[in-house]
Protein backbone atom coordinates (compact mmCIF):
# COMPACT_ATOMS: atom_id res chain seq x y z
CA UNK A 1 0.00 0.00 0.00
CA UNK A 2 1.74 3.29 -1.10
CA UNK A 3 2.39 6.08 1.50
CA UNK A 4 -0.60 8.27 0.44
CA UNK A 5 -3.04 6.05 0.52
CA UNK A 6 -1.89 5.02 4.23
CA UNK A 7 -1.96 8.70 5.28
CA UNK A 8 -5.21 8.81 3.97
CA UNK A 9 -6.89 5.78 5.93
CA UNK A 10 -4.92 7.13 8.92
CA UNK A 11 -6.85 10.94 8.47
CA UNK A 12 -9.97 9.01 7.70
CA UNK A 13 -9.79 6.36 10.98
CA UNK A 14 -8.57 9.34 12.86
CA UNK A 15 -11.83 11.76 12.04
CA UNK A 16 -13.68 8.68 13.10
CA UNK A 17 -12.42 8.49 16.39
CA UNK A 18 -12.95 12.12 16.68
CA UNK A 19 -16.56 12.68 15.53
CA UNK A 20 -18.09 9.26 16.77
CA UNK A 21 -16.48 8.65 20.01
CA UNK A 22 -16.77 11.34 21.57
CA UNK A 23 -20.13 11.29 21.51
CA UNK A 24 -19.98 7.73 22.47
CA UNK A 25 -18.01 8.44 25.56
CA UNK A 26 -20.53 11.23 26.49
CA UNK A 27 -23.96 9.47 26.11
CA UNK A 28 -21.85 7.03 28.18
CA UNK A 29 -20.96 9.08 31.03
CA UNK A 30 -24.01 10.77 31.46
CA UNK A 31 -25.75 7.12 31.15
CA UNK A 32 -23.73 5.69 33.78
CA UNK A 33 -24.25 8.63 36.32
CA UNK A 34 -28.01 8.84 35.75
CA UNK A 35 -28.74 4.94 36.42
CA UNK A 36 -26.02 5.14 39.38
CA UNK A 37 -27.90 8.39 40.45
CA UNK A 38 -31.55 6.36 40.39
CA UNK A 39 -30.32 2.79 41.64
CA UNK A 40 -29.01 4.85 44.61
CA UNK A 41 -30.90 7.52 45.57
CA UNK A 42 -34.41 5.69 45.59
CA UNK A 43 -35.10 3.35 48.95
CA UNK A 44 -36.77 1.05 46.76
CA UNK A 45 -34.11 0.24 45.08
CA UNK A 46 -31.35 0.71 48.18
CA UNK A 47 -33.23 -2.06 49.35
CA UNK A 48 -33.24 -4.10 46.57
CA UNK A 49 -30.00 -6.53 46.32
CA UNK A 50 -30.62 -6.51 42.01
CA UNK A 51 -30.36 -3.01 42.05
CA UNK A 52 -27.44 -2.74 44.32
CA UNK A 53 -25.51 -4.78 42.02
CA UNK A 54 -26.29 -3.07 38.79
CA UNK A 55 -25.49 0.23 40.88
CA UNK A 56 -22.01 -0.87 41.15
CA UNK A 57 -21.94 -2.23 37.50
CA UNK A 58 -22.74 1.34 36.50
CA UNK A 59 -19.88 3.12 38.60
CA UNK A 60 -17.26 0.24 37.23
CA UNK A 61 -19.15 0.79 33.86
CA UNK A 62 -18.34 4.58 34.16
CA UNK A 63 -14.67 3.79 35.52
CA UNK A 64 -14.01 1.64 32.20
CA UNK A 65 -15.42 4.54 30.20
CA UNK A 66 -12.78 7.16 31.85
CA UNK A 67 -9.86 4.93 31.73
CA UNK A 68 -10.04 2.97 27.98
CA UNK A 69 -12.11 4.76 25.30
CA UNK A 70 -11.32 8.57 26.89
CA UNK A 71 -7.34 7.42 26.39
CA UNK A 72 -8.33 5.60 23.38
CA UNK A 73 -9.71 8.95 21.78
CA UNK A 74 -7.09 11.01 22.92
CA UNK A 75 -4.47 8.46 20.94
CA UNK A 76 -6.25 7.23 17.60
CA UNK A 77 -8.53 10.92 17.53
CA UNK A 78 -5.81 13.46 18.43
CA UNK A 79 -2.69 12.09 18.61
CA UNK A 80 -1.55 12.00 22.32
CA UNK A 81 -0.70 9.49 23.63
CA UNK A 82 0.13 9.59 27.66
CA UNK A 83 1.65 6.46 28.49
CA UNK A 84 4.44 7.35 26.46
CA UNK A 85 5.72 9.69 29.33
CA UNK A 86 4.92 7.48 32.11
CA UNK A 87 5.69 4.19 32.83
CA UNK A 88 3.33 4.45 35.97
CA UNK A 89 0.47 5.62 33.51
CA UNK A 90 1.04 2.75 30.92
CA UNK A 91 1.26 0.00 33.73
CA UNK A 92 -2.11 1.19 35.64
CA UNK A 93 -4.22 1.98 32.68
CA UNK A 94 -4.00 -1.28 31.45
CA UNK A 95 -4.78 -2.66 34.69
CA UNK A 96 -7.16 -0.45 35.45
CA UNK A 97 -9.19 -1.52 31.87
CA UNK A 98 -9.05 -5.42 32.64
CA UNK A 99 -10.23 -4.76 36.10
CA UNK A 100 -12.67 -2.59 36.07
CA UNK A 101 -14.44 -4.25 33.23
CA UNK A 102 -14.18 -7.48 34.85
CA UNK A 103 -15.91 -6.19 37.72
CA UNK A 104 -18.82 -4.78 35.72
CA UNK A 105 -19.10 -7.74 33.67
CA UNK A 106 -18.77 -10.02 36.83
CA UNK A 107 -21.81 -7.79 38.74
CA UNK A 108 -24.11 -7.77 35.69
CA UNK A 109 -23.67 -11.79 36.45
CA UNK A 110 -24.77 -11.35 39.92
CA UNK A 111 -27.61 -9.68 39.20
CA UNK A 112 -28.71 -11.75 36.83
CA UNK A 113 -28.56 -14.90 39.49
CA UNK A 114 -29.86 -12.78 41.96
CA UNK A 115 -32.75 -12.71 39.48
CA UNK A 116 -32.94 -16.31 39.15
CA UNK A 117 -32.69 -17.05 43.35
CA UNK A 118 -35.80 -14.62 43.44
CA UNK A 119 -38.04 -15.62 41.27
CA UNK A 120 -37.82 -19.13 42.42
CA UNK A 121 -40.90 -20.63 43.51
CA UNK A 122 -40.29 -24.66 43.98
CA UNK A 123 -37.00 -23.63 46.04
CA UNK A 124 -38.25 -20.94 48.02
CA UNK A 125 -35.42 -21.50 50.87
CA UNK A 126 -33.26 -20.07 47.90
CA UNK A 127 -35.00 -17.08 47.85
CA UNK A 128 -33.16 -15.99 51.34
CA UNK A 129 -29.97 -15.28 49.34
CA UNK A 130 -31.42 -12.54 47.80
CA UNK A 131 -30.06 -9.67 50.32
CA UNK A 132 -28.30 -6.22 50.02
CA UNK A 133 -25.96 -7.61 52.59
CA UNK A 134 -25.13 -10.51 51.13
CA UNK A 135 -24.32 -8.98 48.30
CA UNK A 136 -22.20 -6.40 49.85
CA UNK A 137 -20.14 -9.31 50.55
CA UNK A 138 -20.32 -10.60 47.40
CA UNK A 139 -18.89 -7.72 45.55
CA UNK A 140 -16.30 -7.25 48.20
CA UNK A 141 -14.76 -10.67 47.25
CA UNK A 142 -15.41 -10.54 43.43
CA UNK A 143 -13.83 -7.15 43.77
CA UNK A 144 -10.77 -8.74 45.26
CA UNK A 145 -10.38 -11.64 43.03
CA UNK A 146 -10.49 -9.56 39.81
CA UNK A 147 -8.18 -7.16 41.26
CA UNK A 148 -5.54 -9.61 42.15
CA UNK A 149 -6.05 -11.67 38.74
CA UNK A 150 -5.06 -8.10 37.00
CA UNK A 151 -1.61 -7.74 38.99
CA UNK A 152 0.35 -9.58 35.75
CA UNK A 153 -0.85 -6.71 34.13
CA UNK A 154 1.01 -4.19 36.06
CA UNK A 155 3.87 -6.97 36.30
CA UNK A 156 4.47 -7.21 32.75
CA UNK A 157 3.22 -4.46 30.77
CA UNK A 158 6.19 -1.87 30.18
CA UNK A 159 7.53 0.80 28.03
CA UNK A 160 9.92 -0.54 24.90
CA UNK A 161 11.49 1.76 22.47
CA UNK A 162 10.14 0.69 19.25
CA UNK A 163 13.32 0.12 16.57
CA UNK A 164 11.27 1.87 13.44
CA UNK A 165 9.94 4.46 15.12
CA UNK A 166 11.73 5.48 18.16
CA UNK A 167 8.82 5.86 20.24
CA UNK A 168 8.09 4.61 23.27
CA UNK A 169 5.09 2.16 23.18
CA UNK A 170 3.34 0.14 26.70
CA UNK A 171 3.33 -3.50 25.27
CA UNK A 172 3.70 -7.08 27.20
CA UNK A 173 7.34 -7.82 27.89
CA UNK A 174 6.98 -11.62 28.29
CA UNK A 175 5.83 -13.97 25.63
CA UNK A 176 4.36 -16.36 28.32
CA UNK A 177 1.87 -14.19 29.16
CA UNK A 178 1.18 -12.93 25.90
CA UNK A 179 0.51 -16.20 25.34
CA UNK A 180 -1.95 -16.77 28.40
CA UNK A 181 -3.65 -13.52 27.28
CA UNK A 182 -4.52 -14.22 23.82
CA UNK A 183 -5.41 -18.18 24.01
CA UNK A 184 -7.15 -18.07 27.67
CA UNK A 185 -7.59 -14.25 29.09
CA UNK A 186 -9.28 -12.36 26.42
CA UNK A 187 -11.13 -15.61 24.33
CA UNK A 188 -12.55 -17.40 27.86
CA UNK A 189 -12.60 -14.76 30.93
CA UNK A 190 -13.16 -11.78 29.41
CA UNK A 191 -15.82 -12.63 26.72
CA UNK A 192 -17.13 -16.80 27.54
CA UNK A 193 -17.37 -16.42 30.88
CA UNK A 194 -19.71 -14.38 31.47
CA UNK A 195 -21.55 -14.18 28.55
CA UNK A 196 -22.38 -18.07 29.21
CA UNK A 197 -23.10 -17.58 32.91
CA UNK A 198 -25.65 -13.94 32.36
CA UNK A 199 -26.85 -16.32 29.47
CA UNK A 200 -27.89 -18.99 31.01
CA UNK A 201 -29.39 -17.38 34.23
CA UNK A 202 -31.10 -15.56 32.48
CA UNK A 203 -33.03 -17.73 30.56
CA UNK A 204 -33.73 -19.78 33.75
CA UNK A 205 -35.06 -16.49 35.40
CA UNK A 206 -37.61 -16.09 32.53
CA UNK A 207 -37.93 -19.61 33.09
CA UNK A 208 -38.97 -18.61 36.38
CA UNK A 209 -40.83 -15.93 35.23
CA UNK A 210 -43.32 -17.81 33.04
CA UNK A 211 -44.22 -20.82 35.58
CA UNK A 212 -45.00 -17.99 38.16
CA UNK A 213 -47.33 -16.43 36.46
CA UNK A 214 -49.77 -19.29 35.57
CA UNK A 215 -49.45 -20.15 38.83
CA UNK A 216 -50.37 -17.21 40.22
CA UNK A 217 -53.16 -16.59 37.82
CA UNK A 218 -55.56 -19.03 38.43
CA UNK A 219 -55.07 -17.93 42.71
CA UNK A 220 -56.01 -14.41 41.46
CA UNK A 221 -59.03 -15.05 39.79
CA UNK A 222 -60.32 -17.91 42.36
CA UNK A 223 -60.38 -14.75 44.87
CA UNK A 224 -61.67 -12.33 42.74
CA UNK A 225 -64.49 -15.34 41.76
CA UNK A 226 -65.20 -15.24 45.64
CA UNK A 227 -65.33 -11.60 45.82
CA UNK A 228 -68.06 -11.53 43.28
CA UNK A 229 -70.27 -13.92 44.68
CA UNK A 230 -70.03 -11.92 47.47
CA UNK A 231 -70.72 -9.01 46.05
CA UNK A 232 -74.03 -10.73 44.12
CA UNK A 233 -75.49 -11.71 47.32
CA UNK A 234 -75.39 -8.24 48.91
CA UNK A 235 -76.86 -6.97 45.60
CA UNK A 236 -79.43 -9.38 45.87
CA UNK A 237 -80.64 -8.57 49.24
CA UNK A 238 -81.11 -5.26 48.37
CA UNK A 239 -83.39 -5.63 45.39
CA UNK A 240 -85.31 -9.32 46.39
CA UNK A 241 -87.78 -6.78 48.28
CA UNK A 242 -88.70 -4.85 44.82
CA UNK A 243 -89.86 -8.21 43.45
CA UNK A 244 -88.34 -7.62 39.91
CA UNK A 245 -89.81 -8.71 36.70
CA UNK A 246 -86.73 -7.73 35.00
CA UNK A 247 -83.33 -6.54 35.52
CA UNK A 248 -81.13 -4.67 32.88
CA UNK A 249 -77.64 -4.96 33.64
CA UNK A 250 -74.93 -2.33 31.80
CA UNK A 251 -71.21 -3.26 32.26
CA UNK A 252 -71.52 -6.74 32.96
CA UNK A 253 -68.13 -8.05 32.50
CA UNK A 254 -67.45 -10.74 29.83
CA UNK A 255 -64.49 -13.17 30.18
CA UNK A 256 -63.86 -16.41 28.75
CA UNK A 257 -61.63 -18.87 30.74
CA UNK A 258 -60.62 -22.46 30.43
CA UNK A 259 -62.86 -25.30 31.61
CA UNK A 260 -60.51 -25.74 34.68
CA UNK A 261 -62.17 -22.70 36.50
CA UNK A 262 -66.06 -21.77 37.51
CA UNK A 263 -65.13 -18.18 36.68
CA UNK A 264 -66.62 -17.13 34.29
CA UNK A 265 -69.81 -14.87 32.84
CA UNK A 266 -72.73 -17.22 32.48
CA UNK A 267 -72.42 -18.75 35.85
CA UNK A 268 -72.40 -15.43 37.54
CA UNK A 269 -75.25 -14.65 36.08
CA UNK A 270 -76.79 -17.73 36.68
CA UNK A 271 -75.99 -17.13 40.14
CA UNK A 272 -77.96 -14.07 40.91
CA UNK A 273 -80.80 -14.85 38.71
CA UNK A 274 -81.26 -17.65 41.34
CA UNK A 275 -80.70 -15.35 44.37
CA UNK A 276 -83.65 -12.77 42.82
CA UNK A 277 -85.85 -15.76 41.09
CA UNK A 278 -85.48 -14.82 37.57
CA UNK A 279 -85.31 -17.56 35.52
CA UNK A 280 -84.19 -16.47 32.32
CA UNK A 281 -80.64 -15.45 31.27
CA UNK A 282 -78.99 -13.74 28.55
CA UNK A 283 -76.02 -11.84 27.87
CA UNK A 284 -74.96 -9.35 24.95
CA UNK A 285 -70.86 -9.07 24.67
CA UNK A 286 -69.37 -5.61 23.46
CA UNK A 287 -66.86 -7.66 22.41
CA UNK A 288 -64.21 -10.61 23.23
CA UNK A 289 -62.67 -9.92 27.51
CA UNK A 290 -64.94 -7.18 27.05
CA UNK A 291 -68.02 -5.44 29.28
CA UNK A 292 -71.50 -6.05 28.12
CA UNK A 293 -75.25 -6.18 28.56
CA UNK A 294 -77.08 -8.43 30.24
CA UNK A 295 -80.78 -9.10 30.46
CA UNK A 296 -82.51 -11.52 33.45
CA UNK A 297 -86.41 -12.26 33.31
CA UNK A 298 -88.87 -13.85 35.01
CA UNK A 299 -90.56 -13.95 31.88
CA UNK A 300 -89.44 -16.37 29.19
CA UNK A 301 -87.92 -13.93 26.78
CA UNK A 302 -89.36 -14.39 22.73
CA UNK A 303 -86.36 -13.21 21.25
CA UNK A 304 -83.37 -12.54 22.03
CA UNK A 305 -80.46 -10.29 19.79
CA UNK A 306 -77.79 -8.21 20.02
CA UNK A 307 -75.10 -5.72 18.61
CA UNK A 308 -77.57 -4.51 15.76
CA UNK A 309 -80.05 -6.54 15.79
CA UNK A 310 -83.78 -5.80 17.60
CA UNK A 311 -86.85 -7.35 17.21
CA UNK A 312 -89.97 -6.83 15.80
CA UNK A 313 -93.14 -7.45 16.18
CA UNK A 314 -96.21 -6.79 18.51
CA UNK A 315 -94.49 -7.86 21.75
CA UNK A 316 -92.70 -5.83 24.14
CA UNK A 317 -89.09 -4.96 23.23
CA UNK A 318 -86.59 -3.55 25.72
CA UNK A 319 -82.92 -2.12 24.73
CA UNK A 320 -80.06 -1.85 26.93
CA UNK A 321 -78.25 0.76 25.97
CA UNK A 322 -74.73 2.16 26.94
CA UNK A 323 -74.10 5.87 25.87
CA UNK A 324 -70.59 7.15 25.61
CA UNK A 325 -69.49 8.92 28.70
CA UNK A 326 -66.84 11.66 27.77
CA UNK A 327 -68.93 13.76 25.26
CA UNK A 328 -72.67 14.74 24.49
CA UNK A 329 -72.12 15.35 20.71
CA UNK A 330 -71.04 11.73 20.81
CA UNK A 331 -74.03 10.31 22.47
CA UNK A 332 -76.52 12.58 20.41
CA UNK A 333 -74.79 10.92 17.38
CA UNK A 334 -75.36 7.57 19.07
CA UNK A 335 -78.85 8.03 20.24
CA UNK A 336 -79.64 9.17 16.49
CA UNK A 337 -78.31 6.01 14.75
CA UNK A 338 -79.88 3.74 17.60
CA UNK A 339 -83.21 5.33 16.81
CA UNK A 340 -83.13 4.02 12.78
CA UNK A 341 -83.23 1.01 14.58
CA UNK A 342 -86.16 1.45 16.57
CA UNK A 343 -87.97 3.65 14.42
CA UNK A 344 -89.26 0.15 12.04
CA UNK A 345 -89.96 -1.32 15.46
CA UNK A 346 -93.70 -2.12 16.34
CA UNK A 347 -95.33 -2.53 19.94
CA UNK A 348 -94.03 -1.65 23.34
CA UNK A 349 -90.60 -0.04 23.87
CA UNK A 350 -88.58 -0.14 27.10
CA UNK A 351 -85.17 1.59 26.80
CA UNK A 352 -82.98 1.10 30.05
CA UNK A 353 -79.15 1.73 30.70
CA UNK A 354 -76.52 4.47 31.23
CA UNK A 355 -77.01 7.11 28.80
CA UNK A 356 -74.68 9.23 30.80
CA UNK A 357 -76.90 12.44 30.18
CA UNK A 358 -78.83 14.39 32.81
CA UNK A 359 -82.65 15.39 32.88
CA UNK A 360 -82.64 19.45 34.88
CA UNK A 361 -86.22 18.55 36.10
CA UNK A 362 -85.18 15.73 38.81
CA UNK A 363 -83.34 18.79 40.70
CA UNK A 364 -83.96 21.78 42.61
CA UNK A 365 -81.83 24.67 41.07
CA UNK A 366 -79.54 24.79 44.32
CA UNK A 367 -79.20 20.90 44.69
CA UNK A 368 -77.97 20.93 40.52
CA UNK A 369 -75.83 24.01 41.74
CA UNK A 370 -73.96 22.51 44.74
CA UNK A 371 -73.96 18.61 43.85
CA UNK A 372 -73.72 18.44 40.42
CA UNK A 373 -72.47 21.37 38.51
CA UNK A 374 -69.92 22.55 41.09
CA UNK A 375 -68.56 18.82 42.14
CA UNK A 376 -68.22 18.81 38.27
CA UNK A 377 -66.25 22.03 37.76
CA UNK A 378 -64.02 21.21 40.74
CA UNK A 379 -62.71 17.45 39.32
CA UNK A 380 -62.63 19.20 35.75
CA UNK A 381 -65.48 17.28 34.27
CA UNK A 382 -67.65 17.54 31.57
CA UNK A 383 -70.09 20.05 32.10
CA UNK A 384 -74.01 18.51 32.64
CA UNK A 385 -75.85 18.65 29.57
CA UNK A 386 -79.39 17.46 28.79
CA UNK A 387 -79.46 17.36 25.53
CA UNK A 388 -80.07 13.53 25.17
CA UNK A 389 -82.80 13.47 27.19
CA UNK A 390 -84.64 15.90 25.30
CA UNK A 391 -84.00 14.26 22.29
CA UNK A 392 -85.55 11.02 23.49
CA UNK A 393 -88.69 13.41 24.64
CA UNK A 394 -88.78 14.80 21.28
CA UNK A 395 -89.42 11.54 19.85
CA UNK A 396 -92.08 11.28 22.47
CA UNK A 397 -90.55 9.07 24.77
CA UNK A 398 -91.70 9.18 28.61
CA UNK A 399 -89.51 9.04 31.73
CA UNK A 400 -90.93 5.61 33.61
CA UNK A 401 -89.02 6.26 36.60
CA UNK A 402 -89.55 9.93 36.96
CA UNK A 403 -93.61 9.28 36.05
CA UNK A 404 -93.24 6.24 38.99
CA UNK A 405 -91.94 8.40 41.64
CA UNK A 406 -94.21 11.04 41.31
Not at 108 to 133: E, G, M
Not at 142 to 160: E, R
Not at 204 to 229: C, D, E, W
Not at 273 to 302: E, I, P, W
Request: charged share 15%; with cysteine; hydrophobic share 40%.
Amino acid sequence: MSTPTISTVAYISQQIVRYFGIPIFVAGVIGAILSTTVLFSLQTFRQNSCAFYLALMSIFDLSELITSLLSFIMINGFGIDWTQNSIVYCKVRLYSIQVFGLIAKNYLCLATIDQFLATTTTRPQWQQWCTVKLARRLCLACGLLWAIVGIPFIIYYDLIKSSLTGKLTCVITSNNFLQYYNTFHSMFVQSCLFVITTGIFGLLAYRNIQQSSHQVLPIIRRGLAKQLTSNFHGLAQLLTPLSLDVLALQEALHITESSDTTFNTHSDLNLLSKLLQLRYVTFGAAARDAFGNALLSQYQMLAIQCEDQFSKGNDATIYVIHLDHMKEQFRLTQINEFEKHVQDSDGFQLVVGDFNSLTFDDYSDEYFDTNIRKIRDQNSWETPYNLVINEMKENVYRDCWREMNK
